[in-house]
């Protein structure tokens, strides 16, 4: 099972938006509606922010918002933050019931 | 307050074995499926294993299938991870993780770790 595709790094100003793409196939993200993305701050626990593309767990910001078309999934952030400033990972369930992880953003505020 | 704590982990070397456990408390553990996720040292998450709540569905990464194997105690709250065979790619830290529920896909609550380095 390969690793989802994430852009290394991603980067913006506070205030602006910005988003992050997480490409798979049609066997993991493109099948399933159950993308769910995370925050990692350094020597942190991950952090779940959007289940099933696009639901918040509650206590999350709704900065915090996810989407999804064919393959690809997007995490978008806006009125960005100091705090923001982590490592963010997608995640999918796949036809072969397990999980894969995408390759990680490392999101830098400017 | 959910809480996962692993333990377990440690120095070992190649072609050994170690288990790791993962004790639950602060929800009905018995009604969750709960996975194993790793993270190397510098490197991203990777799935490793998960296991429904009646342990009638298992899964495994293609990186460790054969030679780890994963199960629960749901009197004792815990989870294990019995890692046979190591290798020096298997040093990471891991990470016990609780799926959200039965009809939701992703993982709301994570433990702080469990370090394991396999070198000689």
């Known amino acids: 099972q390969s690793a989802l595709t994430q852009p290394a790094s991603v980067s913006g100003s506070p205030g602006q938006s910005i988003t992050i793409s997480c490409t798979g196939t049609s066997s993991d993200v493109g099948g399933f509606n159950y993308v769910s993305w995370y925050q990692q701050h350094p020597g942190k626990a991950p952090k779940l922010m959007i289940y099933d593309v696009s639901h918040r767990p509650s206590g999350v910001s709704n900065r915090f918002s996810g989407s999804k078309s064919g393959n690809t999934a997007s995490l978008t952030i806006s009125g960005l933050q100091a705090e923001d400033e982590a490592d963010y990972y997608c995640?999918?369930?796949?036809?072969?019931?397990?999980?894969?992880f995408g390759t990680g953003t490392k999101v830098t505020v400017l | 307050e959910v809480q996962l704590v692993e333990s377990g982990g440690g120095l070992v070397q190649p072609g050994r074995s170690l288990r790791l456990s993962c004790a639950a408390s602060g929800f009905t553990f018995e009604d969750y499926a709960i996975h194993w996720v790793r993270q190397g040292p510098g490197k991203g998450l990777e799935w490793v294993s998960g296991?429904?709540?009646?342990?009638?569905?298992?899964g495994y990464a293609d990186s460790v299938k054969g030679r780890f194997t994963i199960s629960r105690d749901n009197v004792k709250n815990s989870l294990y991870l019995q890692m046979n065979s190591l290798r020096a790619e298997d040093t990471a830290l891991y990470y016990c993780?609780?799926?959200?529920?039965?009809?939701?896909?992703?993982?709301?609550?994570w433990g702080q770790g469990a370090l394991v380095t396999v070198s000689s």
């Open positions: 296991i429904s709540w009646s342990s009638r569905d298992i």
């Open positions: 995640s999918s369930y796949t036809s072969s019931s397990t999980y894969v």
């Open positions: 993780a609780k799926e959200i529920s039965g009809s939701y896909y992703g993982f709301d609550y």
